[in-house]
């Protein structure tokens, strides 16, 4: 079974930027897709981000469009949210998960990391 480890969260001021990292204890499956989500108290998980682990064809939310960049290190087993232009309606703890295919529903991701916190300051 892979484990995920997040790291790279904290707390930033509007408009700074953050770096999250995956890490996965084992070698990713080349159909798998990593994602990222993220989660507010009382919310449901939302999809911010996905990347195919063979191919690197990536997908970001509407929402995260043109501040957020989701890349792999296929040598490092890692995955990557660079995210950029922080609003304050950005924090959240944010996941990294792997599904077996494309998928934007959390449900539909097998595993998942602890998350890490990301608090944008206004």
């Known amino acids: 079974q892979v484990q995920l480890v997040e790291s790279g969260g904290g707390l930033v001021q509007a408009g700074g930027s953050l770096r999250l990292s995956c890490a996965a204890s084992?070698?990713?499956?080349?159909?798998?897709?990593m994602g990222w989500f993220r989660q507010t108290p009382g919310k449901e998980r939302e999809f911010v981000a996905a990347?195919?682990?063979?191919?690197?064809?990536?997908y970001h939310a509407d929402s995260v469009k043109g501040r957020f960049t989701i890349s792999r290190d296929n040598t490092k087993n890692t995955v990557y949210l660079q995210m950029n232009s922080l609003k304050p309606e950005d924090t959240a703890v944010y996941y990294c998960?792997?599904?077996?295919?494309?998928?934007?529903?959390?449900?539909?991701?097998?595993?998942w990391g602890q998350g890490t916190q990301v608090t944008v300051s206004s």
């Open positions: 084992a070698r990713i499956f080349s159909s798998a897709y």
């Open positions: 998960a792997i599904a077996y295919g494309l998928r934007y529903r959390s449900n539909d991701y097998a595993y």
């Open positions: 990347i195919s682990w063979s191919i690197g064809t990536t």
